[in-house]
């Protein structure tokens, strides 16, 4: 049985009836329930087939948060091979929110970040929930300058609700960690591609999102600020949050349209969580097609290109 969030409850209810039913024939008893099960199994797939059709933001944010959604190790873990982790800022201390590392990727050597939420209690505690801190964007720009280094295409697995904004970030300073993070990327001579895999919240994400090639999975949201934040800015009441989330244009199917990203991976029916295997692979996919365009690019024509990616977003609104 699947997590299902408040909006899945049909859903729920329908799948409840089926576990229920096959329980009963697993007793041995002799009332036949194949054909129940049948028709149950179709009419659930069907009523989560049309939630699906017409997710509002909100839900969708719902979706980009949901517990048991993939997260950046697990793509690491189903894309790359040879993956050998580095830690440290070189500075001042490892920030596990931020994973970083190289790896071979459909036999290429690649570098790789990612923000890690953590997929139960002791892990969120370990990756901050994927919060990071100002040494987290210090090894970040460390990773970026290897990359450049070395020669290696790098790959950004962004899913975060936002820096970390505690004391002890700002005091160490975050903004200005963000920023050479953000400037980074921005100047990389190496192909650059980030994949929006949950939460993309404000710097924090597009600190190690300034790519030449930005996808972003069909169900994830990618804001300036949280819908909850932006309501309690705008309307002074949090509870407002599905408000915010509309107006906010933060679904991938609006920021495509704004020209924000540049593709959307689509995901399985009910959302990523539902089909891990499969959704990894479409983010593979996806990866792969933008990296055997950008790879015979030079340095100069990949930064030229990602400046004026940038440059262009909202200049036609």
């Known amino acids: 049985m699947h997590s299902f969030l408040e909006f899945e409850k049909p859903v729920a209810d329908l799948q409840g009836k089926v576990h229920e039913l096959r329980a009963v024939a697993e007793t041995g008893e002799t009332v036949e329930v194949s054909d129940e099960i049948e028709r149950l199994e179709k009419k659930a797939e069907q009523a989560l087939r049309d ?52 790896g071979r990727f459909r036999g290429r050597s690649v570098a790789v970040l990612g923000q890690e939420k953590g997929a139960d209690t002791q892990s969120r505690l370990k990756h901050n929930f994927g919060m990071a801190r100002p040494e987290g964007y210090r090894k970040a720009v ?61 710097g924090g994400a597009i600190a ?59 995901e399985p029916l009910g959302g990523a969580h539902r089909a891990r295997e499969i959704v990894v692979d479409r983010a593979g996919k996806a990866i792969d097609t933008a990296l055997a365009r950008l790879e015979s690019m030079d340095a100069a024509a990949l930064r030229a290109e990602r400046r004026k990616k940038f440059l262009a977003i909202g200049r036609s609104l």
Do not use: C
């Open 142 to 202: 460390r990773i970026m300058q290897m990359a450049e280094r070395f020669a290696l295409p790098l790959i950004s697995f962004v899913d975060t609700a936002g820096a970390y904004p505690g004391i002890g970030a700002e005091e160490r300073g975050q903004a200005e960690a963000i920023a050479r993070s953000t400037d980074a990327g921005l100047g990389l001579g190496v192909p650059n591609i980030a994949l929006i895999i949950g939460e993309g919240g404000s």
């Open 51 to 102: 939630l699906y059709s017409r997710l509002t933001p909100w839900q969708k944010t719902l979706v980009a948060r949901h517990p048991d959604r993939p997260h950046a190790l697990d793509y690491v873990a189903g894309l790359l091979e040879d993956f050998t982790p580095l830690a440290g800022d070189r500075n001042y201390a490892e920030d596990a929110a931020i994973i970083a590392g190289i």
């Open 208 to 266: 190690i999102a300034t790519a030449n090639h930005v996808a972003m999975l069909e169900h994830a949201i990618y804001s300036v600020i949280s819908p909850e934040a932006g309501a309690s800015i705008l309307w002074r009441d949090s509870a407002r949050a599905q408000d915010a989330a509309t107006n906010m244009k933060i679904t991938a199917q609006d920021l495509m349209q704004l020209k924000v990203i540049d593709e959307i991976v689509e």
